[in-house]
């Protein structure tokens, strides 16, 4: 199956321990992602998950993944992806990667992602997910801002 990757990178007015750190810490998870709940064992080989919705018995919906080429405060990968939704599986098979790459640079640090395996078909998710990596940043963006008013 043909596959396609998309990258969304911005660069934050922030040194690079503080954007590495709020990608492993579930509270800023929470804060800057809209997570209900997550949980993270921030370690080679560790695992990353989070949970959105009211009811913490039965979640909208669910990522788990595991941590691999972990490198703080550099990057990190996402493997082995396991998703849960209410409304059902994926629409189709897909084997999802996500590599998260920081980087210093004047003014901050450069925050890349990739994230890899989505099918050339369903054009649809493929584009709600461009849209979800644009508000995510955005809820980073929102975070740090609120870190350094503090």
Do not use: C, I
């Given at each position: 199956m043909a596959t396609r990757s998309l990258v969304h990178e911005e660069t934050f007015d922030a040194p690079i321990d503080e954007v590495f750190t709020l990608l492993i810490t579930p509270s800023a998870i929470r804060a800057w992602w809209g997570a209900s709940r997550a949980v993270v064992l921030a370690e080679e080989g560790g695992m990353w998950a989070?949970?959105?919705?009211?009811?913490?018995?039965?979640?909208?919906?669910?990522?788990?993944?595991?941590?691999?080429?972990?490198?703080?405060?550099?990057?990190?990968?996402?493997?082995?992806?396991?998703?849960?939704?209410?409304?059902?599986?994926l629409p189709f098979e897909a084997s999802f990667t996500t590599t998260y790459r920081c980087t210093e640079v004047e003014g901050g640090t450069r925050l890349s992602v990739e994230q890899a395996g989505f099918p050339e078909t369903h054009n649809e998710f493929y584009q709600g997910c461009v849209q979800g990596w644009k508000d995510t940043f955005d809820g980073i963006r929102r975070y740090l801002a609120s870190r350094s008013t503090d």
């Open positions: 989070a949970a959105w919705g009211d009811d913490e018995d039965h979640p909208d919906y669910m990522t788990v993944t595991r941590l691999e080429n972990f490198n703080p405060p550099h990057g990190m990968d996402q493997t082995d992806y396991r998703y849960y939704s209410k409304d059902g599986p």
